[in-house]
């Protein structure tokens, strides 16, 4: 059983204060992000994190570089050292308290600066950000890849990020978003995102050598026509209900109002009629795609048609790694007609471009997100049109390529597990009495009681020792899907509800099925998680990738020791969640 479920030319436009993250207009043809890549073993760039209020009252966010490229795709080799100079031009916009209202009750939080220190201030507030480096196996600390105290503010001096791509890092696709507890949502939505590729995937697959590959980010914002009634072409639908979140509740039927519009490299797909953008390719021309869903809390259920026909596609790598990488049993490629992309996922696979006279539609089906989840309907996404005169895109991989080296260590599908843990996922109304009350959200240690995140604590939720591998169970104990992400690591999904997956590669994201009220248990994901790399020793977190469940709580506190520490004040058998 195999489980997948897991601007036009605005770049070089003039830009003023009201259009400092100026959007492409629906319908327009993608482009590709800028590029910015490496040169003698490194990339170095400054960034600066802009936002923006909308007359329509939306928000939007953007990272620019100084020359105003948007969201620029950082490409470096294994090795590399990433120099980020990091300035927060953010500025107040009434559009988030300090509690987020709804996503956040209950949840603790800090509102002030505890030190002058950036490394240590832990402010959060609408103002403040940092960034994420989702994926990449790197040290959790300071001027790395720390999200827990490290918070920027507008007055502070630019701030250097400063990070080296392991030697063996996967190549493949991960990306850059703020980790702002309380405010990761209302950035991320507003456009806060790009993507980073480690180079050399024709390295693990030597058929995709001299591969055009092309780079899609899929993001959800606001709905554009919020107040539209339905497209004539859907079927007559009762009105749309909010869920006690405020977004659109999941109508059950794949039709209906979505919760967010979504957009692919800033071109809107708005709500009713969904107005693909385009693109064009050569006739049957094989492609690397490249997807990105940094989607705040949207779910993708991706497939290519031709006609009405669901294309294959060749995945050849997930959430950054090849699908056959340090050992794995997997074959290079998995040819499927669809493939889901929780929040905070990424797919790389081979298209093909439609037939001489033909056109193709890139489209999400519809996700059902249980009873209590947001509206995730079935929607276009991109016109492809086959042209002889098609343009290529702006990267091709290297026509020939070394093999990558024998692996360091096992497969981890092979290493026994030291232990197991059970953690799960569960919410409850802030007003027990009253159902319609925001929703409070908590990842919890089986055993122990549920509580939100607690950004002032120091306690990890568990401490790992560096060198081990474990088993986690992660149960859904709610009615909607919840899309679990751990930092720095990655691990092999196992079985899905006591029900073996043949999966033999590696995720950082996944999907946890929703509970309903006929199940008999609680449904639950296994995965092998593989605490072995020497670069992940710190704390860092685990959380629910739809992030308006990780500001309001869903989130937990890892610390992984040097493996000739004790990893505990009392034996790891006896530490809580374990079984």
């Known amino acids: 059983m195999t489980t997948w479920l897991a601007a036009a030319s605005l770049q070089d436009a003039p830009r003023t204060q009201q259009d400092v993250c100026a959007r492409p207009e629906p ?13 003698d073993g490194v990339l170095e760039t400054d960034l600066t994190i802009h936002d923006e209020k909308m007359p329509d009252g939306t928000s939007r966010y953007c990272y620019l570089t100084p020359d105003g490229k948007p969201s620029p795709t950082l490409r470096l080799q294994p090795g590399d050292q990433l120099v980020i100079h990091f300035k927060n031009d953010l500025v107040d916009l009434d559009t988030a308290t300090p509690a987020i209202d709804r996503p956040l009750a209950g949840a603790p ?120 009634p339905p497209s004539k072409f859907e079927p007559v639908m009762t009105k749309s209900q909010l869920d006690n979140d405020g977004d659109v509740a999941n109508s059950g039927t794949g039709f209906g109002k979505p919760s967010k519009d979504l957009s692919v490299n800033f071109v809107p797909v708005p709500y009713p009629n969904y107005p693909p953008a385009r693109l064009t390719m050569k006739p049957g021309e094989r492609q690397l795609w490249r997807v990105l869903n940094a989607s705040a809390i949207t779910y993708l259920n991706l497939a290519l048609l031709v006609g009405r026909a669901p294309q294959e596609i060749g995945i050849v790598g997930l959430d950054g790694v090849p699908l056959q ?20 996922s990424r797919a790389e696979f081979i298209v093909e471009g439609p037939p001489a006279g033909a056109s193709a539609l890139l489209v999400t089906r519809a996700v059902d997100t249980g009873p209590a989840g947001e509206n995730d309907p079935n929607r276009a996404l991109v016109a492809i049109t086959a042209s002889a005169n098609a343009g290529e895109p702006q990267a091709v991989l290297p026509a020939h390529a070394e093999p990558l080296p024998r692996p360091e260590r096992p497969w981890v599908g092979n290493v026994a597990p030291v232990r197991v843990r059970k953690l799960f996922f569960s919410e409850q109304p802030e007003n027990p009495n009253d159902p319609n009350s925001p929703t409070k959200f908590f990842m919890t240690l089986d055993g122990e009681t549920p509580k939100p995140f607690d950004p002032n604590s120091d306690v990890p939720d568990i401490t790992v020792r560096q060198g081990d591998v474990e088993d986690w169970i992660i149960e859904n104990r709610s009615m909607e899907l919840h899309d679990f992400h751990i930092h720095q690591l990655h691990f092999q999904l196992l ?57 309001g709580g869903m989130m937990g506190r890892i610390k992984v020791v040097p493996r000739d520490t004790a990893s505990s004040t009392k034996p790891l058998n006896q530490q809580k969640g374990e079984l």
């Open 27 to 39: 319908g327009s043809a993608i482009a590709e992000p800028a590029e910015l890549r490496s040169r």
């Open 325 to 344: 990488f340090q050992g794995s049993p997997s074959p290079p490629v998995q040819w499927v007609n669809h493939i889901g992309l929780p929040p905070g």
């Open 109 to 228: 939080i800090c509102t002030t600066r505890k030190q002058a220190d950036i490394c240590e201030s832990g402010a959060m507030t609408p103002i403040s950000t940092n960034l994420h480096f989702h994926g990449l196996t790197v040290p959790p600390v300071c001027h790395q890849d720390d999200v827990l105290k490290t918070s920027i503010q507008p007055d502070d001096a630019p701030f250097d990020y400063r990070l080296r791509i392991p030697d063996n890092a996967a190549p493949g696709l991960y990306w850059y978003h703020p980790h702002l507890h309380g405010f990761s949502k209302t950035q991320v939505l507003g456009g806060a995102s790009g993507a980073i590729i480690v180079e050399g995937i024709e390295r693990a697959d030597p058929q995709l050598a001299d591969l055009p590959e092309r780079v899609l980010v899929i993001r959800d914002q606001d709905l554009v026509n919020p107040n539209a």
């Open 495 to 551: 079985d899905w509800s006591g029900v073996a997956v043949n999966e033999p590669f590696l995720r950082d994201t996944v999907n946890v099925p929703y509970y309903n009220t006929r199940m008999l248990k609680y449904p639950s994901v296994r995965l092998r998680m593989d605490f072995r790399d020497p670069n992940i020793v710190g704390t860092f977190v685990y959380h629910c990738h739809v992030l308006e469940h990780e500001d």
